[in-house]
């Protein structure tokens, strides 16, 4: 904590950061996904690679894992623009950067990123320290779960137009919410402008994993609960779908970590695939 208004980002989204740098640092091209510039705004100390968490050999399926979602999130996020799509909203930003790696097609829309008031007014400061500013296009909507603030409100404060069609994205947020948290989301943004997406990770319950990656799933649980964000909720697709269904989006899809692994890695010398047990949902209304 600096003071009163500004606080670190999250753990989990500083590893998701460091793992996306570590693709690029540790693994051979082809790359899946390049992004250094979250490495850069955590700015760890110098042994950041030796902490237990970035282990190469124990971490590799959870990088992998990580970079896939991401390359398909920013692959959505192109598609949907060049349909004509203008909004981009990321719930749960955390450590975002797509707004600073990809200046051409940020260009072509509004992106809004919302957080929580103390780690969003730290990532302004580094934002202005490593000259990246804050430009007009990205707007910063900080809102105070805790205290059950209404996102929706201030996002539209924020200059979001909810009668145009816009994609909505989060990811690596579910597991921490309940499922009323999650339900009252989707029913929210069923009601976004005809054309709209949304594209949401889920993890699955350890049942439906492949066996060898449940250890890796076992060992992580605890370490949530230690740093003060336990996993909450687990999905089976069929139930995430249905869930989606009954908020009112016109469409649902279920894309596993498997069709991923498929698209993005594969024959690579190197073998690097992603750990099974986050799905995504993508909905449109």
Known sequence: MTDGSEATPDSTAVRVALWRAMHVQ???PPHVFEDEI???LA?????WRRRPDMDLDATRGFRAAV???ARFIEDLVEEQAGHGVTQYVVLGAGLDTF???RPELAARLRVFEIDRPGPQAWKRRRLTELAYGVPDRLRLVPVDFETHEDWWSHLSTAGFDPD???VVVSTGVTQYLT???TTATLRRLAGLAPGSTLALTFLLPAELLDPADRPALEATAPRARASGTPFVSFYPPRKMLALARDAGFRNVHHVPGTALAARYFADRADGLR???GEDLLVATV
């Open 26 to 28: 540790v693994d051979p």
């Open 38 to 40: 979250g490495l850069r």
């Open 43 to 47: 700015a760890p100390d110098d042994g």
């Open 67 to 69: 970079v896939a979602r």
């Open 99 to 101: 707004a600073q790696r």
């Open 164 to 166: 145009r069609p816009a």
């Open 179 to 181: 499922e009323e948290a």
């Open 274 to 276: 992603p750990s099974s």
